[in-house]
């Protein structure tokens, strides 16, 4: 990312110079899918790809939101007494979302901006661009305004805007690995209870490789809410046998009884995937702690398998992907990332084997699936912040 060329396009778009820039990442999931929603673990971490926003504080209430995104949409004007839906340009809803929300929790915000958006994370690859462009906003709004909102208020905030304006029931996973994230660590977050810790990810001899099926998956459109609608259906029931609150609570040891209990083999599986990937997220925790990599990857193995087989959210894209890297040298371990239905896979990869592994993978998914995949390497990032313009365009 050229932030010196987005600077260079927000003068030519708004005819003025930017006054400050701030970044918010993508995040990646190393383990622990679909058990966000479901009051589990999860252990996602913040990656160096993300949303940029370059932005000037105006005199009056007016709000000009681009994209280089979406150029196509051009500036999409609005302003901070009318943070209504656009039904025409779905990208703004979530910059839109996250002021009216944050003006609705009575803070107090007198001016409006204009703001220039770039992100090279790719959308709809399920690296969360949705959470970071919220979060971006959030952290943009909050400095701009002065206001007193802490971190994890603010990503509890972009939750509730993906899911009461945007209209998708997703956990706080994505937001809070984007707003939390650390430079060099893994993040392990028990969704319940928000409590967090960091673990170290050295990769000294390894690489995080993302593989993009190039299959767009809409959240919102996708089964997503139909499977944790089959969670919520599997509680009700399971909660008329024994006191818990969520999935999450439930132990390895259970699962014979909460099969008897639930008497429906598809509500089974969901529940014996999220009981199960529980457990590998806390046993990877553990394993990352001590350095052992090589565990952390039969993990990684083991969660794409429930994915597919209890969870059923992979497919013939992310299958093709994962279960191929998985038996390539210098291969970890490889997985599935975000909700599915398309999107990304990971894999950790021997760094010497990496231009191998992109190689072979992209010549048997073209033969498999008859179009390309992508690849990235990723590098472990820091969270939501301000970026120094000068520092910035002196590192271009």
Known sequence: MNVYDLKQSFISIFNESPERL????GRINLIGEHTDYNGGKVFPLAITYGTYAYVKQRKDKKIRFASKNFSQSGIITTSLD???????????NYPIGVIRFLKESDYNIEKGFDVLFEGNIPNGAGLSSSASIEMATG????????????????IKLCQRVENEFIGVNSGIM?????GMGKQGQALWLDCDTLEFEYAPIELK????VI????????LASSKYNERRAECEQALKIIQKYTNVETLGELSIEQLTDVESWLNDSLLYKRVKHVVTENERTKQAYVSLKAG????????MNDSHQSLKEDYEVTGEELDTLAEFAQTQSGVIGARMT???FGGCAIAIVKTDEVDALIKSTRRHYQSRIGYGPDFYVASVGDGAKEISIEGAEQTR
């Open 205 to 208: 001899h390894e690489k995080i």
């Open 338 to 340: 975000g909700a599915g």
């Open 174 to 178: 994505d937001q809070f690995a984007i």
């Open 292 to 299: 052992d990599l090589e565990h952390v990857g039969r993990l």
């Open 82 to 92: 009318h943070l209504e839906k656009n039904n025409e340009t779905e990208w703004v």
């Open 22 to 25: 701030f970044f918010a990442p």
């Open 211 to 218: 593989m993009n099926t190039n299959k767009r998956r809409e």
């Open 139 to 154: 952290v943009m709004v909050r400095e701009l305004a002065g206001l007193s909102i802490s971190q994890v208020e603010l």
